[in-house]
């Protein structure tokens, strides 16, 4: 069987998990699952043909001696107490964004972490797992180029339905916040948020789209065209400026078609088929660390740093000033 693992929230996002896990990879077994719609969860294990059980509870289900490891894939605002519990129970944990709703929640959990004595806490960044982004990252790192200079990035969504007043920088840009700060190995000192015209094709109450400026320690500076209702497609761009040359995150590879007085190449309109394959290595490599009693993926202090950068942003861009991030040195524990 390997890893027993329970799954808390069977919603979209913990479906798929569920299902990824069960049909796709290796060494786990879903054997505890919990939402708050319990008719709604046991028609999708019969659906499916899983024997997991359900708790009515998700504390109940992290108690479990039965259950070895926990994935936090419900309502945002119920992380923060089920990853506590989950170190509480001594108990690996991999928690979907946001770790927490708060800066100060992420610390509670940085804090609770090191008390214990020992790292259980992963956040799920999937960039990170993604294959064009390794390959971009495999360029900067051999330092081929010279130094990164300046980073210009896009992350464009077709539509963002329920999106509203802040969103886009705190439900959406934190993963280009986690995975730039990834690939340059660096941290952020300062933030600014421009805000051009407004797109007709969204909300009233959501501006879109944003620019995000970052600096970091290094002094890189990093530029992120935020786009959340750009209507053609889910397209995540990276162009990194280097000393002696440039490189660009690779596109998912497509047919090309030449018919009918065109050259055309399609484009992904969902990011989860951007990012499926990212999903799985991003789990597998999850179950294989824990297994054996590690922590190598997004670490608590990274889904910290993630929610004060958001939080600078969010700052900036209602103050219209050049705002600082104040990231505290990172614990020798996280080293």
Partial sequence: MGLRLGV??????????????????????????????????????????LSAKFYESGIELIRAQDVDAILVTSWGPTHEEFVLASIAAGKYVFCEKPLAVTASGCRAIVEAEMMHGKQLVQVGFMRRFDKSYRQLKSVLDSEQLGYPLILNCAHRAPAAPGFAGDMAISDSLVHEFDVLKWLLNDDYVSAQVILPRKTRLCDDSLQDPHVVLLRTKQGVLINIESFVNAQYGYDIQCHVVCESGTAALPEPSDVMLRHDGKFTRNIIVDWQLRFIEAFDVELQEWIDATSVGRVDGPSAWDGFIVAVTADACVAAKHSGNIEPINIPERPVFYR
Wanted: hydrophobic share 40%; charged share 30%.
């Fill in 8 to 49: 808390i929230g069977i919603g979209a996002i913990g479906k798929e998990h569920t299902l990824r896990i069960e049909k796709k990879l290796s060494r786990a077994k879903v054997v505890a699952v919990n939402d708050v719609n319990r008719e709604h969860t046991e028609a999708f294990l019969a659906q499916h043909n």
